[in-house]
């Protein structure tokens, strides 16, 4: 079936001499493409330039319903990156967001309104030059999407329990939050992007929030991992003060 959609690159790994397997989130739920000869074509319609890390685009496909690799047919961009594509502190949240993804979204999974947030996410990182914590506010605002956000009744109690995502007073047996984890970890709840300037975190409390973000992720979505540009964001990041 020829669809014409939106879609964000997730990954994209050459396959042989001269082909391209792009996983990218659409409209109509995480889709995986081969493109054909992408490495020798000259055609203007499909460029490798595209296929980078988070990449907006628009295009045109083919969609099949047996699960098989999918085939793309024309593409352009439909949001033109400007500082994300030069700053190395966006690039690298970008790359490292870009694996979370990938992990976290599920095939054939449509959801407009998932699509519409990771979308426009990437737009405010773009345009804005206050985001050292936007991985960290946007890993926790998508758990909204995956069906594990925060159950914020209770949250005076004691602890956290990060299996069952609820705040307690009696202390979980195992995988909880207490003490400065516990004040970090609610200090990003309901935060939005525009409002992380109130986050006065250093490179100290980043850190241990995103390990904190991570653990949640893993407890809650099986064959979660943590993504290889990990080791990269924290020697990016230690640089921020």
């Known amino acids: 079936?020829?669809?014409?959609?939106?879609?964000?690159?997730?990954?994209?790994?050459?396959?042989?001499?001269?082909?391209?397997?792009?996983?990218?989130?659409?409209?109509?739920?995480?889709?995986?493409?081969?493109?054909?000869?992408?490495?020798?074509?000259?055609?203007?319609?499909?460029?490798?330039?595209?296929f980078q890390a988070l990449s907006q685009l628009d295009i045109t496909a083919y969609h099949n319903k047996q699960g098989?690799?999918?085939?793309?047919?024309?593409?352009?961009?439909?949001?033109?990156?400007?500082s994300l594509?030069?700053?190395?502190?966006?690039?690298?949240?970008?790359?490292?967001?870009?694996?979370?993804?990938?992990?976290?979204?599920?095939?054939?999974?449509?959801?407009?309104?998932?699509?519409?947030?990771i979308e426009s996410s990437f737009q405010w990182l773009d345009q804005h030059d206050v985001f050292a914590n936007f991985h960290l506010v946007f890993m926790l605002r998508l758990t909204k999407y995956l069906g594990f956000y925060p159950d914020v009744e209770n949250n005076n109690a004691e602890f956290f329990d990060l299996e069952e995502g609820t705040f307690k007073n009696l202390k979980p047996y195992r995988n909880f939050l207490t003490g400065k984890k516990l004040i970090l970890f609610k200090a990003i709840i309901g935060i939005k992007f525009d409002d992380m300037v109130k986050l006065k975190?250093?490179?100290?409390?980043?850190?241990?929030?995103?390990?904190?973000?991570?653990?949640?992720?893993?407890?809650h979505l099986p064959g979660f991992r943590k993504p290889r540009s990990l080791k990269v964001l924290k020697e990016v990041f230690n640089e921020i003060s």
């Open 85 to 117: 594509a030069t700053n190395i502190y966006k690039q690298s949240i970008a790359l490292f967001l870009a694996e979370v993804l990938a992990y976290a979204l599920k095939e054939e999974e449509q959801n407009q309104v998932q699509f519409t947030f």
């Open 68 to 82: 098989n690799l999918n085939k793309m047919t024309e593409v352009r961009a439909s949001y033109l990156y400007q």
């Open 1 to 50: 079936m020829l669809i014409k959609t939106k879609a964000i690159v997730l990954t994209s790994i050459k396959y042989g001499e001269a082909d391209l397997i792009v996983k990218c989130l659409t409209e109509e739920g995480v889709k995986s493409y081969l493109i054909r000869s992408i490495f020798r074509s000259r055609s203007k319609k499909l460029k490798i330039g595209y």
């Open 201 to 219: 975190w250093n490179s100290e409390g980043r850190q241990i929030v995103l390990d904190i973000l991570l653990e949640y992720y893993e407890l």
